[in-house]
């Protein structure tokens, strides 16, 4: 069965330092997510990605974050200068097309990130 | 603002027994919710999903109950096994937008 694989799997960074999370999406996908998860609560949207652009960002994707396609099949999320409440599980997800209200992403197993 | 909520944090069932795993959500607009499976140090895992015009939807041994009147979500387990023991999240989806908003997730504990 086709997945989204992540890494690394986990990082562990010092504040203020640059941060880059990997994703290889399934192939046949065309649609792209991160979110993230703090230890302990919600999944939380951060940005999805279509055409080689942002489709949408929610409040938690500032300046601070970005997030590319850079060949056919990676897909990042770069974190500028990390702070302490980056740390985080974060999880890439794909869907291959985008049906108006519904979308089953499926889910890279995340990268957990932990900044000191 | 509106958002997608858990009833219960932790169910913790005898094996063999059914599950009922709860979810209310705010928003009226919603109208498409999926339920996500997330065992230890793995992603979430979709499990069933239920369109805003049907009330029910049965897949194996899950079935998944919507309620707009009380806008109530409910994920039933039928003979519960080990290997159901995870965090389980209920998502949803509008026509605003792609994303899914995500619930406080329950942990369902299964004992033998």
Known sequence: ?116 | GESVGLHLPTLSVQEGDNSIINCAYSNSASDYFIWYKQESGKGPQFIIDIRSNMDKRQGQRVTVLLNKTVKHLSLQIAATQPGDSAVYFCAENNNAGNMLTFGGGTRLMVKP
Not at chain 1, 23 to 30: D, E, F, G, K, Q
Not at chain 1, 92 to 102: D, F, N
């Open chain 1, 1 to 116: 069965e086709p997945e989204v694989t992540q890494t690394p799997s986990h990082q562990v960074t010092q504040m203020g330092q640059e941060v880059i999370l990997r994703c290889v999406p399934i192939s046949n996908h065309l649609y792209f997510y991160w979110y993230r998860q703090i230890l302990g609560q919600k999944v939380e949207f951060l940005v999805s990605f279509y055409n080689n652009e942002i489709s949408e960002k929610s409040e938690i994707f500032d300046d601070q974050f970005s997030v590319e396609r850079p060949d056919g099949s990676n897909f990042t999320l770069k974190i500028r200068s990390t702070k302490l409440e980056d740390s985080a599980m974060y999880f890439c997800a794909s869907t291959r097309s985008y049906t108006s209200g519904a979308n089953v992403l499926t889910f890279g197993a995340g990268s957990r990130l932990t900044v000191l």
